[in-house]
């Protein structure tokens, strides 16, 4: 039985290596016979095959940012409750569909990638090509191992063509750091065969300092629970800082031109949605999963064959409930909401917040913002104060901080409060040497939104370009960064703090907050500049500046202090939510904590142990 399932399920891989890619690889596969090439371009397609395992819908067209990794305390999901099942709340069983498609798609990559690296010397072509190819192959057959082994521990370790395995397919699991030998041998091996960022001019194919700048993610990892080889942590202090002396990378300093008042933090986000790997001004992308197509229908890319998988912007996006084909912004049921504890963490000052976090919904069929809940201060002469107004669980205003007091202000400004609900605030501007420096309430009103009516904003569909004659209800086509240069500055200045007490980190990590503030990342000296950092100060700055971009739950894992931030978040939301809000936004954490350690590791397919006696299951499953 196993045996034939296995022949059909090659036959399956090998079929789909030509009807997945962006092209037909024309090979005409036979399962249990060797794939062979005769050309340069059949390799090129046999290597899309590789890369189009980047697009499923597990992995970064919503798995590797959504439901499989968002269980932790930046974000939940809206409207779950306790009989919804989902990777992410830590609620299912070891059948679950998702985790098995995961893990099948990251096979199906390693088995392109074993035909790919199989075949390659048996064509005639410019040796700098073949070896392009080969180290891109090398290096996605290696990251998908890290999925796998950052995921469910210890894995089958395949290296074999399925077509040379004769009869016995049963694979045990291979310790993990035999796993993570592999690849950082391969990834270290691809590093000086791909090209570099100016050679390929895009973020969305595998260059020298993706290679470098995953490796460093890779060090870390193994750095951390449950490996804890300390030393890794020297090696990637190492990557990371090859990233950072090529200088072919930087943060965006500058905004968009195109999109005024927008902070220089959002461009990257923007250019994410647009498709835009060409825009020469920023060289902050690293490495993206690149969507190219929202129709297979209609369009630029009508039967082409790109896949239509992409959801960012819609699932987690900017709330808006116009669903039509002729919509202004795009549909988005605003189904990932920010946690308050998140929104929380940002200072005063700090653009990625509202960037991150959107301030604002859509409630109808046009480009009308309406504020999700803000402080309007006008009049008194002066102008640039800003406040926030902090909503009770019951909707009403409790007090209100002032971020900004602004300049100029010869007389108490008026204040006013829009939002999507509630009514009845009243408040007073209290102004000293010209500044405001309080608002003092009178009237706390009553049913006001909370923290955990704002949506993620990170990636917004009014940004949207190049659509087809019809926008697509539920997909874009916007790109998702996999690895980009902040991420880089943070894991420099995380390891330099493990390695030698973080003498050069604080620099990185200094650069890191004087964009979000508005700042020339490279001119030292700002206001809001750390003179030493904490491993406190890392961790909650990797998640201001990397929310969510499928990072932290892997970060509370590796640190070692998920089950202590779950038991947090839970005490959070319930001081803090609202009743209709408390189940959703404290789900993933009740049943992670309930369940601890079980969901610290993915299970091990239950179809997959079926069909292959030498697995085992992980612990608890």
């Not at 305390?73 to 830590?90: M, Q, V």
């Not at 959107?358 to 008194?380: C, E, F, H, Q, W």
């Not at 206001?527 to 909650?540: C, E, G, R, S, Y």
């Amino acid at each position: 039985m196993k045996t034939n399932y296995l022949r059909l399920f090659l036959a399956g891989v090998l079929l789909s290596l030509t009807i997945a890619c962006q092209k037909d690889v024309s090979l005409d596969p036979i399962g249990f016979e060797p794939t062979t090439f005769t050309t340069e371009a059949q390799l090129s397609n046999q290597l899309a095959g590789v890369y189009n395992v980047l697009e499923m819908d597990q992995l970064y067209a919503q798995g590797l940012w959504g439901y499989l990794q968002a269980g932790a305390d930046e974000s939940f999901r809206n409207g779950t409750n306790a009989s919804t099942i989902l990777t992410e709340l830590y609620s299912i069983s070891n059948s679950e569909a998702n985790v098995n498609t995961f893990w099948k798609q990251l096979y199906i990559g390693i088995e392109r990638a074993n035909v790919l690296l199989d075949g390659i010397n048996k064509v005639t072509m410019d040796e700098t090509k073949r070896a392009n190819i080969r180290g891109q192959a090398l290096f996605l057959r290696a990251y998908y191992f890290y999925l796998l082994v950052s995921n469910f521990g210890d894995v089958p370790l395949k290296t074999t063509l399925t077509t040379d395995m004769g009869t016995n397919f049963n694979l045990p699991r291979t310790p993990a750091k035999d796993v993570y030998a592999l690849i950082l041998r391969d990834m270290t091996k691809a590093d000086s065969l791909v090209q570099t960022m100016p050679q390929a001019q895009t973020p969305t194919i595998v260059t020298q300092t993706a290679v470098e700048a995953i490796l460093a993610r890779v060090c870390l990892t193994m750095a951390g629970e449950p490996l804890k080889d300390v030393s890794k942590y020297k090696d990637a202090l190492f990557w990371a800082q090859k990233v950072i002396s090529s200088n072919l990378h930087s943060l965006n300093s500058t905004p968009l031109p195109q999109s005024a008042g927008t902070p220089a933090y959002a461009r990257l986000f923007i250019n994410n949605m647009q498709n835009n790997v060409n825009d020469k001004n920023t060289s902050e992308g690293i490495w993206d999963a690149a969507f190219l197509s929202k129709s297979n229908a209609t369009g630029t890319y009508a039967s082409s064959g790109f896949l239509v998988t992409q959801t960012l912007g819609a699932i987690m996006g900017v709330t808006c409930p116009d669903a039509s084909a002729s919509a202004p912004i795009g549909f988005s049921p605003g189904t990932y909401r920010a946690q308050a504890s998140l929104y929380k963490l940002y200072g005063p000052g700090d653009l990625r917040r509202d960037w991150a976090i959107a301030p604002y919904i859509y409630k109808d069929a046009t480009t009308t913002r309406y504020p999700i809940l803000s402080v309007n201060i006008t009049g008194g002469g002066g102008t640039g104060a800003a406040a926030i107004a902090n909503v009770s669980p019951t909707g009403a205003i409790t007090s209100i901080t002032v971020e900004n007091g602004g300049s100029g202000y010869s007389t108490a400004p008026t204040v006013s409060f829009s939002a999507t609900a509630g009514s009845g605030a009243v408040a007073t501007a209290v102004v000293t040497g010209g500044k405001l420096t309080a608002i003092t309430l009178a009237t706390p009103g009553t049913g006001y939104p909370s923290l955990y009516d704002r949506p993620v904003g990170k990636w917004r569909r009014e940004y949207e370009l190049n659509l087809p004659p019809v926008r697509l209800q539920n997909n874009t086509s916007s790109n998702f960064p996999i690895i980009r240069y902040a991420d880089v500055l943070l894991m420099a200045a995380e390891a330099d703090l493990k390695v030698n007490g973080g003498a050069k980190g604080v620099d990185y990590y200094n650069q890191v907050r004087r964009r979000a503030y508005g700042l020339n990342p490279l001119v030292s000296g700002s206001p809001v500049d750390a003179t030493a950092i904490t491993m406190q100060d890392i961790m909650d700055e990797r998640s201001r500046e990397l929310c969510f971009e499928g990072q932290r739950r892997n970060d509370l894992i590796r640190w070692g202090v998920m089950q202590n931030v779950m038991q947090n978040l839970i005490a959070t939301v319930s001081s803090t939510a609202p009743s209709n809000y408390v189940t959703s936004a404290s789900l993933a954490a009740t049943n992670f904590v309930t369940a601890y350690p079980k969901h610290l590791l993915f299970p091990i397919p239950a179809n997959e142990i079926s069909l292959d006696n030498a697995l085992t299951q992980n612990p608890g499953w």
